[in-house]
């Protein structure tokens, strides 16, 4: 006969950044006290939720023949939309340079769409609509010097880090101006060089290891620094997610996560892709702080974002930032997102992104008069038209061109510490024997 289990006693809840020490004695207690940072045995965060509002939707499945579609179950549609929250760190300049960015990543993704169906682009395109206030508010929190990896997503993040939207046009039509030289008609670009952007890497996941990899050679090099990427909510659930933030909350790398929980996993919706209800969650087992905020709200992005990567900065280690909105299309312009319950897409279109920080800045604070609003509208329209005709202007490659920079040759490029010489022990010269291997293969 089974015994029945004892129901646990309740633990007192942590304060954001510190740890829990409800068995320790007093003394003990307040030695702990004293240190933000986890300490022994004791890591476990509370989780820090920065939204004014906390949507909940359970949708189910219906069939009708050999159609699947999803209806609304549970959840209020009418909500009335939550007002912006104040930034702790961002000036009326910065706030009015974060939309901007938002309002040419809006623009240029319309651009590249209307480029597709004119036959321009080869291969599909990658819409953030929807999520313009993630990408490049969470891009803005990181120094020049810091390093970027964003996903197909976020091409405001890329405006950001100094891309321009002639470069990212080109690269969608495969011209021989862009920045693969016409070589990858797709998002898989970056700039080690002067921008520090690692390219996005279509195994989902796989970029969370590699930036942890970029934060530790800093280290070895003298300094710590904030790195950031993205993952999806889908991508969330892989292998290489796990490896990657493990390592990284190990080694204490500065590593700032963001799961851009957009609501779907391609057409799978996000309560049957896990069962948890928040995936900041996940961060209490990795030992490290977890932060949620509204993904359409610029202002709680960077703030959550410059927080994160302040902790960076002073050697305390990587945090999870959940970013909650809803993915506006379809995973790629061929998917017309027909599986998504309408009342859904109404729902988010009244938070759009985009209006919400444009009625903050000249209805609420006033940091915009209308007419100075429309002339940065204006201004951001005469852009992207200067840019659109680059892109279009700029010819197709040279066929003869396919073969170079395929493989690595002579000279190529040579790999040098970003920052300072590794500090290594032992040895005048600091490094190993020229005899010894790294890795002994037979």
Not at 408 to 421: L, N, Q
């Amino acid at each position: 006969m089974l015994k029945k289990k004892t129901q646990n006693k309740s633990v007192p809840t942590a304060k954001p950044g510190r740890t829990t020490g409800s068995r320790l004695p007093a003394k003990s207690q307040k030695l702990k006290a004293k240190s933000p940072e986890p300490d022994g045995d004791l890591r476990t965060y509370a989780i820090r939720d920065y939204r004014l509002e906390k949507p909940s939707f359970t949708l189910r499945q219906v069939r009708a023949g050999d159609e699947v579609r999803y209806e609304v179950e549970s959840g209020d549609l009418s909500a009335p939309v939550p007002p912006i929250r104040e930034s702790k760190y961002l000036r009326r300049e910065q706030c009015i340079e974060i939309y901007r960015w938002m309002l040419l990543n809006r623009r240029m993704e319309t651009a590249l769409e209307n480029l597709y169906k004119q036959g321009k682009v080869v291969g599909g395109v990658y819409f953030g609509l929807g999520q313009e206030a993630c990408s490049c508010a969470s891009a803005y929190a990181l120094n020049k010097e810091e390093w970027l990896g964003p996903m197909i997503r976020n091409q405001g993040a890329l405006l950001v880090r100094g891309f321009s939207p002639a470069d990212i046009m080109m690269q969608y039509m495969a011209k021989a101006g862009s920045p693969t030289k016409g070589r990858d008609a797709s998002s898989h670009f970056g700039d080690i060089e002067k921008r520090n952007v690692v390219a996005p890497i279509s195994t989902l996941g796989d970029l969370i290891p590699v930036l942890a990899g970029v934060a530790l050679g800093a280290r070895l090099q003298g300094r710590q620094i904030a790195v950031m990427t993205y993952i999806g909510d889908g991508g969330q659930s892989t292998g290489v997610t796990y490896e990657g933030l493990n390592f990284a909350a190990v080694q204490n790398l500065g590593l700032v996560l963001i799961v851009e929980n957009n609501l779907w996993g391609y057409s799978t919706p996000a309560d049957m892709q896990f069962r948890i209800k928040d995936l900041a969650v996940r961060a209490i087992a990795y030992g490290i702080p977890g932060v949620i905020v509204d993904g359409t709200d610029a202002c709680q992005v960077y703030d959550a974002c410059h927080e994160a990567c302040e902790r960076a900065r002073r050697g305390e280690g990587p945090t999870l930032i959940e970013a909650k909105m809803m993915r506006m299309k379809g995973h790629a312009i061929h998917d017309a997102a027909e599986y998504v319950p309408k009342p859904l897409f109404e729902y988010w279109r009244k938070r759009d992104p985009i209006a919400r920080l444009e009625n903050y800045l000249v209805s609420k604070k006033k940091w915009l008069t209308p007419a100075e609003n429309d002339e940065l509208i204006a201004g951001v329209e005469r852009q992207l038209e200067a840019d659109r005709e680059i892109a279009m202007n700029s010819p197709m490659p040279l066929p003869e061109s396919a073969a170079g920079g395929v493989y690595c040759e002579d000279g190529c490029h040579e790999i040098r510490p970003k920052y300072a010489m590794p500090a290594v022990r032992g040895g005048k010269s600091g490094g190993r024997k020229h005899s010894e291997a790294a890795v002994h293969l037979k």
